[in-house]
């Protein structure tokens, strides 16, 4: 696949339980990285606390001054490393090879209680995301084929460039998957994942589970099979990324939405403004550049703001325009700015799909909690 991308939505949040649910958060759109471009459309969000989130689709290019520095990357490698033999270790004990329903119900609660206190939506969303999101349809052998099997726990793909800052979501989850060894970790990365974009007012995602784990490093796929944020065109490029994966033009469409949650800061991307009206006060810290007003709500006014571009301090994406520009991306970008529940029904659907590429389940039918 040619010049995939890692978008990461960056969001540094800091807020009560109160004003979370006023002002819902999630993150939430898939787009990973290109090894050959340096560039990566990664959804990061980072909170006050010493667990960072992130919930930003963002462009981290080679010459960025986060790579830049070797001292810096070095720090980078070494936190990968580290964080990922201390994820790993409960493995070495305890290898789940299929999930507990029972242990799926208590491991939701876990993770709710993380997202209001931690206020890692983004993440979370991001993590589900990329682990799946490496599946190419054509390779029918499993785990080669890619997709939602774990396999991004392993140092070798966690250092993928579309993958950066990840290392936190493991972080985050550790103490969870350490206290219910009945679950694989790839039904553990979906699980965070729906409960996520559920927890922060989204739709309710009609998923299931009973994903095997990859086994080893071997197991990961090559990098760069992802999206970029700014191809020479884009409209082909999302359908080459994500066709690969089997999705098709309402899917691409549906996910896009997503971007109105989160804000994108050049200093780490790429792309956007330093600050803008709407992220000067933050909530978190503040600055970067929003998709929307509301950027900390889950709704359809990424669609309605892409259309207009009426608003100089609202970020359009290359990929983003495209949703309008292109003959058959938008009838469904029209249909979801004037019909939100339509966009939710649609959203929920396609990222259930998204969660299930290329997975192996035990059961085969799978499991619902």
């Not at 810096?72 to 329903?101: E, G, I, M, Y």
């Amino acid at each position: 696949m040619a010049n995939p991308v890692s978008l990461t939505l960056n969001t540094t949040t800091t807020m009560s339980s109160s004003s979370l649910r006023s002002t819902t958060t999630v993150a939430s759109r898939l787009l990973f990285s290109s090894s050959s471009s340096r560039s990566t459309l990664s959804l990061s969000a980072s909170s006050s606390s010493s667990s960072p989130c992130s919930i930003s689709f963002v462009r981290s290019l080679a010459s960025s001054p986060i790579l830049s520095s070797s001292s810096s990357l070095n720090q980078k490698r070494f936190q990968v490393a580290s964080v990922n033999r201390s994820f790993n270790s409960a493995a070495a004990v305890t290898k789940c090879t299929a999930s507990d329903p029972d242990q799926l119900k208590s491991a939701r609660e876990d993770i709710k209680e993380l997202l209001n206190t931690k206020f890692c939506h983004p993440i979370l969303v991001r993590l589900g995301w990329h682990d799946a999101g490496t599946y190419n349809k054509n390779i029918k052998e499993w785990p080669q084929r890619g997709g939602a099997n774990a396999s991004l726990r392993f140092e070798i793909e966690l250092k993928h460039a579309a993958n950066a800052g990840l290392v936190n979501a493991l972080n985050l989850i550790k103490d969870i998957k350490e206290k219910y060894s009945g679950i694989t970790y790839a039904d553990l990365f979906q699980l965070a994942s729906a409960t996520a974009i559920e927890e922060a007012g989204g739709p309710k995602i009609p998923m299931k589970y009973g994903r095997v784990d990859a086994s080893g490093p071997e197991d990961c796929p090559e990098e760069g099979r992802l999206p970029d944020a700014g191809p020479p065109s884009p409209a082909n490029h999302l359908r080459e990324v994500f066709y690969r994966m089997g999705l098709d033009d309402k899917d691409i469409v549906a996910l896009s939405g997503a971007h109105t949650l989160g804000r994108s800061r050049p200093e780490r991307s790429g792309w956007g403004k330093p600050e803008t009206k709407y992220t000067k006060e933050g909530p978190g810290a503040p600055g970067g550049q929003s998709w929307t007003p509301e950027w900390l709500k889950f709704d359809n006014s990424y669609f309605k703001e892409i259309k207009e571009k009426r608003d100089e301090d609202l970020l359009v994406l290359p990929t983003d325009a495209a949703i309008f520009e292109d003959s058959s991306f938008k009838v469904y970008a029209e249909k979801y700015a004037a019909d939100q529940d339509a966009f939710f029904k649609d959203y929920a659907e396609a990222h259930a799909k998204l969660s299930n590429l290329g997975a192996k389940f035990n059961p085969p039918e799978g499991i619902i909690i």
